[in-house]
């Protein structure tokens, strides 16, 4: 038996080794979730081979990616600075759009509050010199558009179409210091004519004893047929009485910031 | 009349550019006071005259209230300039820078005379005061900024 045994030794034990495997296999089967011990232990010889060899290859890694081989990261970079800034622009073209659908959402709804027909149209230039206070808009003769007519923002009043050629008007702005509106204190009713300053209006010929307290509103009173009634025009700020005057001085601080005009709407008929 | 058209673009390149200068910035640079006062020291009146007068009402067009304002101030300053050229080197830088300074103060003085004769709303005179040591500043920058353009125009020629 021994002799047959140690004959057939090599193939005996190919057998032997491979029911064992088997029947190993099938038994391990049948419990798959739990760890043996003996997997518990390689996992755990393993475990400080395994983090060592990481993170010596992690390192050799970035050692030559981030400071041998660089040219990927030289061409990478380049690549996002100009998606970057592909991206910025992108982004500004976005907020503008924004800011003006804004504005220009402002002004349909004062389009529609209005019972006179409107007509929006863009400031494109300034005056050529820092003296007088007009624009230059995108709107002419073409439109629709004559000389005489009020221009205003949702803030309030702007001023009047002084120039007009088939496709650009000038606006005399309302701060200009030959610009002239009567205009009446919305509180107390006080009249008097609105005239431009430069940067700021003032209220002339209101009567010392007319009531008129700073921050008082300021609105067009329809008279002079240029402006239609209940524009704003601007706030009271400051306010100078002297007994021996017959009229009180009184500043106006425009409602319209005219330094950032873009969009306007020109009233095409004054109403009452 | 090719010199009349060469300065009425001009003019009008430099008319167009001020007014695309935000106002928020409180002064713009004159530059058509330059081509005034450069038109003084070189063209003789019977074609700096009626130029200098086209160039002020071409400031009007896009400017103020009423036309020939400017075209007024500026046929007085190019007659004013006209008048003491002969006595001047008119090739030395300082002089133009000089000439700059003095004609921006005179420029005022005209314009509130101007406009309080003869236009009947009377505040202008206190912006035109206020507006002055600005515009002198701005006009002075031109001014050099000018004065290295020509020199830069002369040395293209000269390459040429």
Redesign the interface.
Known sequence: MLELIRKYRTPLLVVCLVMTALLIYSSRLRKQPETTLFEKAILQLASPMQRGFDTSTSNISNLWQHYLWLIDTSQENDRLLGENRQLRNKLDQVREIQLENQRLSALLALREQLDIPTLPARVI????????????IDRGLEDGLHEGLPVMVPEGVVGRI?RCSARQSRV?LAT???S?MAVLVQRSRARGIC????QSLTLDFALAKEDIVTGDRIITSGNGGIFPKGLTVGNVSLIQTNELDLFQSVVVTPAVN???LEEVLVLLENGP | MKTLFFYLILGLTFAVAETLVPQALFVKPNLLLLLILTLGLREQVILGGPLSWLLGCLQDALSGTSLGLYGLVYLILYLMVRSIAGHLNSESPVLLLFLVFASTLLKGLILIFTLGFFAEHGTYWRQVLTAIPGQLFVNLLAGLLFLQCSAWLSRYRRHL
């Open positions: 230039a300034e005056d050529a010199t820092s003296l007088f206070q007009t624009v230059i002084i005399l200009d210091a030959s002239a005239r431009g300053r430069g005219f330094s950032r």
